[in-house]
């Protein structure tokens, strides 16, 4: 088993910055993929970064060039750093660790969310 604590959620105004935080612990040495998610009311949850254990990274369009996801492997730690915050970025944002196979299995652990609300 894999789990996964999230924290660094809040209020922001408009502009501003948030970094969250996703500490893993449990069975990680077959993890090969991180990320975190967003779901917001009535929407459906999406990917908004990830990031695998070999270094490469994926983006939604949406964030690029504002959020940066990164690996601490000394404290087993995934960040997301998100800059120039907009209040389309208001959700519940998830952490994921994934586990993948060659031949297209996957397995899934989450945190349990943190909201980021983006508002004046």
């Known amino acids: 088993q894999v789990q996964l604590v999230e924290s660094g959620g809040g209020l922001v105004q408009p502009g501003g910055s948030l970094r969250l935080s996703c500490a893993v612990s449990?069975?990680?040495?077959?993890?090969?993929?991180m990320g975190w998610y967003r779901q917001a009311p009535g929407k459906q949850r999406e990917l908004v970064a990830s990031?695998?254990?070999?270094?490469?990274?994926n983006y939604r369009d949406s964030v690029k060039g504002r959020f940066t996801i990164s690996i601490d492997n000394a404290k087993n730690t995934v960040y997301l750093q998100m800059n120039s915050l907009k209040p389309e970025d208001t959700a519940v944002y998830y952490c994921?660790?994934?586990?993948?196979?060659?031949?297209?299995?996957?397995?899934?652990?989450w945190g349990q969310g943190t909201q980021v609300t983006v508002s004046s």
């Open positions: 990031i695998t254990t070999g270094g490469s990274t």
């Open positions: 994921n660790a994934a586990r993948t196979t060659s031949w297209g299995a996957r397995t899934d652990y």
């Open positions: 449990g069975s990680i040495f077959s993890i090969n993929v």
